[in-house]
């Protein structure tokens, strides 16, 4: 009796080692399938890496390496979110081919020696008398200081927000490359549209207007030097307010959506000193008997909507943006004909 309850035992005991040892046969063997289901699934995502690295210089994709650097990205204060759309490819052909258009309107011999635009409105005639200096060394001081004032705004979203502040204080070097290339998009738009109203409109300057028309006070004329060779008919829209206030839209744009600085009392500091530095840019124009109050304001409009709202709208307002390449599009590009015609042309798809 005892020696079958030890048999027993002994059955039930080898029984279960067996089950065991299959049992742990059969995980290895999975361990082993499935080592080598990884083992080959790491090998074609790592191809698959090779080539979407292969394709990361492409402008606004950012390489396979940048996503999974993300997390050490993302230590950086003023990191480029998720949300914004980059730079694209789209966007620079389009920059291109717009930058291509304001050379081709310099370059082209257009007759713009005659105004189309000769008359003064009341506003503008009140505010040209009580702003316009007397002497021509001040309108030539205040006509330098206007201009240094606006390469102070173009300056300040390219050297004191992307290059200073982001790359070089927060090491966000992708954040600033991203704020370069959008601002300069934003100065091509703006120098298109002002080459393009400056090119319909062809309002006569101030100054050319007093040379023609002189006033019975000898001290409201112009100089006889300035009289020689008074310059081309372009003062509407005004091109100094167009690229301050483009400059000023810009920085308060990254201001107000990215805190540069870090703290909000300094970053709205910036939006007004930018804005502030571009009406006095303008109203400098005003005095120095170049342009009248109507182009400055003008410019700045034009100045606002391309450095602040247009990028905006493109980028830092996050989630989806306008499509860039619509069903059709139409774009005027100087003309000139035999003898003294000149005219538009009209480029685009349809």
Known sequence: MRALVALSVLLVTTHASAQSSETSSDVSDAEVTDTESTGSLTTNDAEGEDVVASLGSAIGEPSLSAIEDMPRASQHR???????????????????????????????PTATSRPNWTDVNALDGAVHDGLRLNLADQRESARIAGDVLMWVDLGIPYVIDALFATGI??????????????????????????????????????????????????????????????????????????NAFTGA???????????????????????????????????????????????????????????????????????????????????????????????LDVVGWF
Do not use: K
């Open 78 to 108: 003023l990191a480029w979110r998720e949300e914004w759309p980059r730079y694209s490819f789209d966007e620079a052909a389009l920059s291109l081919g717009l930058g291509l258009l304001v050379v081709a309107a310099e370059a082209l």
């Open 169 to 242: 204080g927060d090491g966000s070097w992708d954040t600033a490359l991203q704020m370069g290339l959008i601002s300069l998009e934003a100065n091509i738009v703006a120098l298109v549209v002002w080459r393009v109203t400056s090119l319909l409109a062809r309002r006569e300057r101030p100054l050319t207007h007093d040379c023609i028309n002189p006033s019975s006070d000898p001290l409201r004329n112009p100089s006889a030097v300035e009289c020689v060779n008074p310059p081309s008919p372009q003062s509407f829209s005004s091109n100094t307010a167009v």
């Open 249 to 343: 839209g810009l920085t308060c744009l990254h201001h107000t959506t990215m805190s540069i600085f870090g703290d909000e009392g300094a970053d709205a500091t910036a939006c007004v000193g930018a804005i502030t530095i571009a009406s006095v840019a303008g109203l400098l124009r005003v005095m120095s008997n170049l342009e009248y109050l109507t182009d400055v304001v003008t410019g700045a409009a034009i100045g606002l909507v391309s450095g602040w709202l247009l990028p905006w709208l493109l980028h830092y307002q996050g989630g989806a943006r306008p499509e860039l390449r619509p069903a059709v599009a139409a774009i005027p590009v100087p003309m000139v004909g035999a003898g003294n015609t000149v005219g």
